[in-house]
């Protein structure tokens, strides 16, 4: 079912039509019984597993970028993700770059976007998780369950991915992450500094040592002031030299850096299947999905093996079944993360990884 609707949604602008199927989605989850439905249908079995101090319901998330603006917690939650990753935030509301910018590459399974941090500003979108939160809450009060074992609520684990404005510079891109921690810390479980896409100017020259360890070193001092700390993690790029992963992976654990989250879309089009003449036609923009396997799951496997497994990893790039999330976990992930291949394989691809996913 999902194929065919698939198949005619990718007749439409990429971007037009995820909003659409969200807004759609949402719509219909407005109504209690329809929204029970879905649940039911999309749930996933309960493979509890607690990474870096937190209880997630199962092992399977949500990547940053998907649900920029915290819009769709509800929705998202219904369809079984054990983990949601909103943003990437920065603390102004900034429209990203010009459209059209997420393309498909159906060939290939894979999707390029170069949004560009399009988002509604960090206090904005702290006020949606924190009136989302207010209202799950009120619900768990309101539930009262037949017997003790008869209902398990596990929380929706919700990491907040951040960055830093467009024309704010680079030395001064700390403060960009100071605010975005600062708004979201009551209301996020998890952050991810992300200085690792290609489609903001500059950006990853965030991720040479010196750079790195002032935004992170700034965001511990912040987090080790509040009575009770959140994990920091670090999203890295697919494109790093091995020199620059060991830098990276070494400040990690000196700092002691609660995970990484690896990997970010890359600017390669190496062996793709899409005709260059498309690819020039698209332009810019990072790439994901399945061209990112490989390369995704032996990054994960280096750094892991290099620290050993000192630092949480949570895995992503190319995940569209449970083969190629066992693939991650065997290199040495405790998570993984979905977005390509959310979108290449439709909402059964939770419930679908997790019903085979025996390694907890």
């Known amino acids: 079912m999902y194929k065919l609707l698939r198949n005619i949604l990718f007749w439409f602008d990429a971007e037009q039509v995820h909003y659409f199927s969200m807004n759609f989605l949402k719509l219909f989850c407005k109504i209690n019984l329809i929204k029970k439905i879905i649940s039911k249908k999309y749930k996933a079995k309960d493979s509890p597993v607690n990474v870096f101090g937190l209880q997630f319901k199962n092992p399977v998330g949500l990547a940053a970028g998907f649900d920029k603006n915290a819009k769709y917690l509800s929705e998202l939650e219904a369809l079984g993700f054990g983990f949601i990753e909103i943003g990437t935030v920065t603390p102004l509301p900034q429209k990203g770059n010009d459209k059209p910018r997420l393309f ?10 170069r949004m560009g941090f399009n988002n509604d500003g960090v206090k904005v979108v702290a006020g949606r998780v924190k009136k989302w939160k207010e209202n799950k809450e009120q619900q768990s009060i309101n539930h009262k369950p037949q017997t003790p074992d008869s209902y398990r609520d596990y929380k929706l684990i919700i990491g907040g991915n951040i960055g830093k404005n467009k024309n704010t510079p680079n030395e001064d891109a700390w403060k960009d992450y100071e605010i975005c921690f600062l708004e979201l810390f009551d209301f996020v479980d998890y952050f991810v500094v992300n200085v690792s896409s290609p489609n903001t100017p500059g950006l990853r020259a ?65 062996q793709l299947q899409t005709t260059n003449y498309k690819l020039q036609t698209i332009g810019a923009g990072g790439l994901s999905g399945m061209p990112l396997k490989q390369s995704s799951t032996l990054i994960v496997e280096y750094i892991s093996k290099k620290i050993k497994n000192k630092i949480p990893i949570i895995a992503s790039g190319g995940i569209f079944a449970v083969n190629d999330a066992k693939e991650k976990i065997n290199a040495g992930a405790s998570l993984v993360q979905v977005w390509t291949g959310f979108v290449y394989e439709g909402p059964g691809i939770i419930k679908n990884i997790c019903k085979s996913l025996t390694y907890l």
């Open 104 to 113: 498909r590459l159906p060939k290939d399974k894979a999707l390029i976007n």
């Open 206 to 270: 965030l991720q040479q040592k010196d750079s790195l360890r002032k935004i992170l070193s700034h965001l511990q001092n912040l987090n080790n002031r509040k009575e009770h700390a959140k994990p920091i993690l670090l999203k890295i790029s697919p494109d790093l030299t091995k020199e620059e992963i060991d830098d990276i992976t070494n400040l990690a654990v000196e700092i002691e850096l609660n995970g990484l989250v690896v990997a970010n879309t890359t600017i390669k089009r190496e």
